[in-house]
């Protein structure tokens, strides 16, 4: 099973801030992703990672980027947070045997 | 398009056993996964399937029927701690994970 981090865990920001959320898995999956899910709602990809210097967006648009310039380490970062942006964000990676998915414990944004 | 479907809601007794069913339509067939998920908290992983046929992991069970496009999860003598939401997720020709919204899971005593 994988090792896999994100920071924070909670946070609380005014809108227009610029954030970053961290991800790190130690692992050595190659491939990561971000979901985001509202409570009781379905799971939304918003980007995924093949490997080092490799980003994708997914299926739901979103105002952030990601960058994968290590292997363990893929931060999401909002340059201007908005209300909207309200939500909790998952950080998975997936081993190469399966590509079964292992998730971070997650951060909770809350924007004012 | 590409789509799964899960009972949104189920009820059942502690001790007892329920079955979480699972149909899918997706472009082409790379595997089925169920993950468990408590209120705030990250999905876990349960299972995985890609052939046909039953895998048991204990009080878990997971079965597929890829020519029906059919999976379910059984779970037996249940337990309070099982009071969560399953997630079934399929894994398309592209390897493109498909996720369904979820089965919320009430135990009762």
């Known amino acids: 099973e994988a090792d896999i981090y994100q920071t924070p865990r909670y946070l609380v920001i005014g809108t227009g801030k610029k954030i970053t959320l961290e991800c790190s898995q130690t692992?050595?999956?190659?491939?990561m992703y971000w979901y985001q899910q509202d409570p009781g709602m379905e799971l939304h990809l918003i980007h995924y990672?093949?490997?080092?210097?490799?980003?994708e967006k997914g299926d739901l648009s979103s105002e952030s980027t990601v960058s994968r310039i290590r292997t363990e380490h893929f931060p999401l970062t909002l340059e201007s947070a908005r209300p909207s942006h309200t939500s909790q964000y998952l950080c998975?990676?997936?081993?190469?045997?399966?590509?079964?998915?292992?998730f971070g414990p997650g951060t909770r944004l809350t924007v004012l | 398009g590409q789509n799964i479907d899960q009972p949104t809601e189920m009820t059942a007794t502690e001790g007892a056993i329920v079955q979480i069913n699972c149909t899918y339509q997706?472009?082409?067939?790379?595997?089925l996964f169920w993950y468990q998920q408590h209120a705030g908290e990250a999905p876990t992983f349960l299972s995985y399937?890609?052939l046909d046929g039953l895998e048991e992991k204990g009080r878990f069970s997971s079965f597929l029927s890829r020519s029906k496009g059919y999976s379910y999860l059984l779970l037996k003598e249940l337990q309070m701690k099982d009071s969560a939401s399953y997630l079934c997720a399929v894994m398309d020709s592209n390897y493109q994970l498909i996720w369904g919204a979820g089965t919320k899971l009430i135990i009762k005593p």
């Open positions: 997706t472009s082409g067939f790379n595997g």
């Open positions: 990672s093949y490997g080092v210097n490799s980003t």
């Open positions: 399937n890609v």
């Open positions: 998975a990676s997936s081993e190469k045997e399966t590509d079964t998915q292992y």
């Open positions: 692992m050595g999956h190659d491939k």
